[in-house]
């Protein structure tokens, strides 16, 4: 069967290298992908929002499936346009439709489907422009730091937590009047800031049974210690030490039991990934938020340490037969440490040349920011590389992912040192 990923990260390289595995998979291919699925499939350079060009791709390469990536082709409806299509219909996309895709599109929306559902979740309330000034009471009414998250898609930028009561007036005006994120904070929720260590939960779900993938913790701040600018993610570990059974037995009764349920509750026949973002408070789960596909550079922890074949889950979802297929997890520690551009996540240059990331032979060297250009391998984003290691400890894996970085190079190439500092 021919497939084709949507997207072009370290995510989308994971899934590839993890679908070219099965021997079920005659053929890969990935739009717009980077210089690492290039070597295991088919780039073809198209934005996975243009539906009509993903369309064309699809039929002239007799593609059977869709794997969605990143979120925006989710949110802005690609599942719908397949199933609107008559020459599409029938070709499952794994990713849900605009319904389900508004837990991750619409902040507002997803605190109102924990509330109405039982989800556990920090109180919020919404504010725009008209009702400001309400947005400045309910601010009053909480304690610092301040949480303002944009309702809508912005590129992961939306969310600010403020220590400073006068600082949040600011922000909260600047989001609604000024338009800060454009027309995603045009809506803006606030919410109690959740306190306690914050960790991933991903569950593969076909509509009706789910499977509860490995836990992960990532790191968003560029600099050591979590501090500095946030990031699309500059590392992450798999499995969460203290995500112990008790723990996760919680998360699957109080969380994603009545997530799944909620779906179906509400009609919503959601077939893809569920990234349950989670604050653990004393033991005690509480969402933060949920996003509609995998994480990145979560993925490139938790599919290496996943035994069975993806695409015979992936087949499992769209025929709503999930709860069929076996389901075994390594118990090894994966980590992983993004390599990234200069001067990243502000200004930073691309078409820097990376040499020896073919000799890392210990780590799996995913591709993020990666283009060939005559015939090298050139830096094209702000994250480059994810090395991921797998080890009995995370000191072990770590080890194993910065003895391989010391081999891989490219101007100006910065990483963090710390990754897993708070969990060793």
Same mark, same amino acid.
């Given at each position: ?9 370290? %995510? ?7 679908? +070219? ?7 890969? *291919? ?20 243009? $539906? ?18 990143? !979120? ?8 719908? $346009? ?30 109102? *489907?924990? #509330? ?35 309702? @809508?898609?912005?590129? @992961? ?16 005006? !600047? ?11 045009? /809506? ?13 939960? $991903? ?17 968003? %701040? ?41 779906? #179906? ?7 893809? *990934?569920? $990234? ?44 709503? /037969? ?7 997890? +390594? ?27 073919? +000799?890392?032979? !210990? ?15 050139? /830096? +094209? ?17 770590? /080890? ?25």
């Amino acid at each position: 069967m021919n497939i084709l990923i949507l997207g072009s990260g370290g %995510r989308e390289h994971a899934f590839a290298l993890k679908l +070219s595995k099965s021997n079920k998979v005659t053929q890969l *291919f990935v739009a717009p992908g980077n210089a690492g699925t290039h070597t295991i499939a088919k780039n073809i350079n198209i934005n996975p929002t243009d $539906f009509k060009a993903v369309k064309d791709v699809v039929l002239q390469n007799d593609i059977k499936m869709v794997v969605v990536g990143p !979120e925006a082709p989710l949110v802005n409806g690609v599942h719908d $346009f397949f199933l609107a299509d008559n020459e599409l219909k029938n070709i499952p996309v794994i990713g849900p439709k605009k319904d389900g895709a508004l837990l991750e599109g619409s902040k507002d929306f997803s605190k109102q *489907f924990m #509330q109405k559902h039982g989800v556990p979740t920090a109180k919020y309330r919404s504010f725009t422009k008209d009702n400001l000034k309400d947005g400045f009471s309910f601010l009053e009414t909480l304690e610092p730091p301040f949480v303002l998250k944009a309702d @809508g898609l912005a590129a @992961g930028k939306g969310v600010l937590i403020l220590n400073s009561l006068d600082e949040a007036k600011v922000e909260l005006e !600047e989001m609604v009047s000024n338009q800060k994120f454009g027309e995603a904070s045009s /809506t803006v929720v606030i919410e109690e800031f959740l306190k306690g260590i914050e960790l991933s939960v $991903f569950v593969l779900t076909d509509g009706k049974s789910y499977k509860i993938l490995p836990s992960a913790k990532d790191y968003k %701040r560029i600099g050591e210690g979590d501090t500095g600018l946030n990031t699309g993610g500059m590392g992450a570990i798999s499995p969460v030490p203290f995500a112990d059974k008790a723990f996760l037995d919680k998360v699957e009764e109080l969380v994603v039991k009545p997530t799944i349920n909620g779906l #179906q509750k509400d009609g919503i026949d959601y077939r893809g *990934f569920i $990234f349950i973002g989670l604050m653990n408070d004393h033991g005690n789960p509480s969402v933060v938020e949920y996003n509609v596909r995998m994480g990145d550079p979560e993925t490139e922890v938790v599919l290496p340490r996943i035994e069975s074949d993806l695409f015979d889950l992936f087949e499992g979802v769209a025929n709503q /037969t999930l709860h069929e297929k076996s389901f075994s997890v +390594s118990d090894k520690i994966a980590t992983t440490v993004m390599l990234v551009s200069g001067g990243y996540p502000e200004a930073y240059q691309k078409n820097k040349e990376i040499t020896g990331f073919d +000799s890392v032979s !210990e780590s799996i060297v995913y591709h993020a920011g990666t283009v060939i250009k005559d015939d090298k391998v050139v /830096t +094209s984003g702000g994250r480059v590389m994810a090395i991921t290691s797998f080890g009995d400890t995370i000191q072990d894996a770590l /080890t194993k992912s910065y003895n391989s970085i010391d081999k891989i190079n490219f101007e100006k190439m910065n990483y963090r040192k710390d990754i897993g500092f708070d969990l060793i």
